[in-house]
């Protein structure tokens, strides 16, 4: 069984993030998502997530594509996740272009392009232009 692992905030979901999900499941057969817990989101990504943890986890194992959502509490447990779960694919989209290049001693490590248009920022501007 090749599986696969994909790292993220998935605040807002959107057709990217399901697009992204559905390529990385079709990298392999089983797709772990390590979801950015609210803190590593405030602390480490200056991000504020619209949903708490438990909601975008509940929502995100609602997708055919996810197998399992595990926390992600901080930028360095990519190297013993892959080891913990015994992954052979790491997916991200593009924009992380070769940033996790170090994990290619442990596994394949896979960029896929990123579904343009569409962000969870341009979602929130959008809805704040809109005349009510
Ligand atoms: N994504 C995409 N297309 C979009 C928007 C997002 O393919 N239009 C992808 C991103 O490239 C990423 C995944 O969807 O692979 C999740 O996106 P975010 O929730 O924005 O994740 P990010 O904040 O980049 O966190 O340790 C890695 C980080 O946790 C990644």
Redesign the pocket.
Known sequence: MRRVI??????LL?Y??I??LKRAKQQGDYLIV?L?TDEFNWNS?Q?KSYFTYEVRKEMLEAIRYVDMVIP?EN?EQ?KTDVEKYDIDVFV?????EGKFDFLKDQCEVVY?????E???TKIKEDLNDKPV
């Open positions: 994909t790292y993220g905030t998935f605040d959107h990217g993030h697009n992204l390590a950015s990504k991000k992600e930028w990519k991200m989209g593009n924009d992380w896929l392009p990123r579904t343009p569409i962000s969870t």
